[in-house]
């Protein structure tokens, strides 16, 4: 393996990773959004209600 090509095998290790990390990345904040939502629906629903 040349040169070049030692070095587009790294470029190319090197995206397989970050990849990885982003998606990583999105399902935890996907969850986190879904607790967050549930926490504000569960938040709003106990609220009494105005005018009783």
Request: glycine residues 4%; hydrophobic residues 40%; charged residues 25%.
């Amino acid at each position: 393996m040349d040169g070049a090509e030692a070095w587009r095998h790294h470029q190319s290790n090197k995206l397989r990773m970050l990849t990885f990390w982003r998606d990583a990345t999105e399902r935890r904040l996907a969850a986190l959004n879904a607790a967050i939502s549930t926490l504000e629906q569960q938040i709003a629903r106990d609220q009494p209600v105005q005018g009783s």
